[in-house]
């Protein structure tokens, strides 16, 4: 009776250690949580994982996010200093961690970006695409040097890293959200006529729509951005109000269309549009602050310009609130150079 009682209960420890180690958390790129479950393995094609009893998988171009239960146990004394977690990754990674160290580089590198050390953040990129070159991090690694690179002016480098991104997912044959995804990266580098570009961006548009919906997201802001600068307000605004209104968007492309539709209202020169667009502008910083560096940045420009000229009560304060945010977090910008001119 005793045995058997003992029996039972190493049964429920085990169950309920198991329960707990159970608790890593995918996001998809369309919005959806899955919780409660242990990630097994992520490279370029799959995210493997244990939930209850069963093993189940992702396509890795459907991952917004991995976020692992350990992760800040893990790398405790690298939180705030990436040289540290850059030095655990490597760690985690000799001792055959795969999951948490390319986690660990990307980790290490976000860090070098906020602390404005740029150089040391692509060193490390590069180290994970080098070490472990079907992780499933590796389109980070692109994406990241990629938003770098465009947002500090670079649009040559930008397109360096869209064609690399396009090379290793074809020939490594990775799911098709990837190519797509470095093609939309290639068409927004490179300089086209309008009419060439916005055909360039409807094709992607519809070859992203089943694939990678985010680059059908993105490339549909895009193009509303092309259409308003050509004078085509009207299906600009459609395709801003669209993306504005619609639920599961990811937030880059959030903050893209606000950004239109604050320009729209500025460029009809009226003061009180003025005010509706600082509003909007306000909105990039206050509802989508995962949006890419390069949107932030130019969010806190516009509210600047948008509060100049509406000139209403608190506007020299949000001009300098706005100014000085824009300079300290986002210094190597090109609208961070025009602030302070």
Not at 50 to 68: F, H, M, T, V, W
Not at 170 to 187: C, D, N
């Amino acid at each position: 009776m005793t045995s058997k009682i003992f029996a039972a209960s190493l049964i429920a420890l085990v169950a309920a250690t198991a329960a707990t180690a159970q608790s890593d958390k995918i996001t998809l790129h369309n919005g959806t949580v899955t919780k409660d479950v242990k990630v097994v393995s992520f490279d370029v094609r799959n995210v493997r994982y244990k939930r209850g009893g069963s093993n189940e998988s992702i396509p890795s171009d459907q991952i917004a996010k991995i976020e692992l239960s350990k992760f800040g146990k893990v790398y405790a004394r690298g939180l705030r200093d990436p040289g540290i977690m850059l030095t655990m990754a490597r760690e985690q990674l000799a001792s055959k961690d795969e999951v948490m160290a390319q986690l660990g580089f990307i980790g290490a590198a976000k860090t070098y970006f906020d602390f404005g050390s740029a150089s040391e953040a692509v060193s490390a990129l590069n180290e994970l695409r080098k070490s472990m070159p079907e992780a499933g991090s590796v389109p980070d690694v692109h994406r990241m040097k990629f938003e770098y690179y465009l947002g500090a002016g670079s649009a040559s480098n930008a397109l360096k890293v869209a064609k690399t991104y396009e090379d290793d997912a074809v020939k490594g044959a990775w799911p098709t959200g990837f190519s797509v995804e470095a093609s939309f990266f290639q068409a927004i580098s490179t300089p086209a006529a309008p009419p060439e570009y916005q055909t360039k961006l409807r094709s992607i548009v519809s070859r992203a729509r089943s694939s990678n919906p985010v680059v059908s997201h993105r490339a549909n802001v895009e193009l509303a951005h092309s259409l308003r600068k050509t004078k085509k307000e009207d299906e600009a605004k459609r395709i801003y109000d669209d993306i504005a209104k619609r639920d599961g968007v990811d937030q880059s492309s959030r903050a893209g269309a606000y950004l239109g539709l604050g320009q729209l209202l500025y460029n009809t020169g009226d003061k009180e549009k003025a005010r509706e667009a600082l509003l909007l502008f306000l909105r990039v910083r206050l509802e989508t602050r995962d949006a890419w560096p390069s949107l932030q940045a130019e969010a806190l420009y516009s509210s600047m310009q948008a509060a100049r000229r509406w000139g209403g009560p608190e506007s020299n304060y949000i001009r300098s609130r706005c100014r000085r945010m824009l300079i300290d977090e986002f210094p190597g910008s090109d609208w961070a150079k025009q602030a302070k001119n």
